[in-house]
């Protein structure tokens, strides 16, 4: 039979593997922007709320890691997904400005 100790540890070790899979990292906010870029790019328009969340991530991302080639791949993979918003018609700065162009007449 096991002591308590082993149980207890093991426990521990679960629950923190089980956290650390769950709590999104930099690297994923990063490479979820690098998955949105292209449909970013391709889109008519974006709905508001579509283009506040995607702000939001962008907000999470902007943490420097201290690694220069990851802030390298970061900076240039937000300045397309924000470049992209604002093609799109709306100004990342502006909440509920995209997808909302001028009418013609």
Known sequence: MKPRW??????AVVVA????SFIPTHRQDIAVLDRLAPRIERAQT??????DAIM????????????????????ATIARVTS???ER????ALS?????????R
């Open 56 to 75: 939001r991530l962008v907000d999470r991302a902007r943490v420097s890691t201290g690694d220069a080639r990851s802030d390298q791949h970061r900076s």
């Open 6 to 11: 082993f149980f207890l540890a093991s426990l």
């Open 96 to 104: 509920g400005t995209v997808g909302q162009a001028a009418s013609a």
């Open 84 to 86: 992209a918003i604002r």
């Open 17 to 20: 593997l089980i956290a650390t």
């Open 89 to 92: 018609g709306g100004d990342p």
């Open 46 to 51: 974006l709905a508001p709320e579509t283009r």
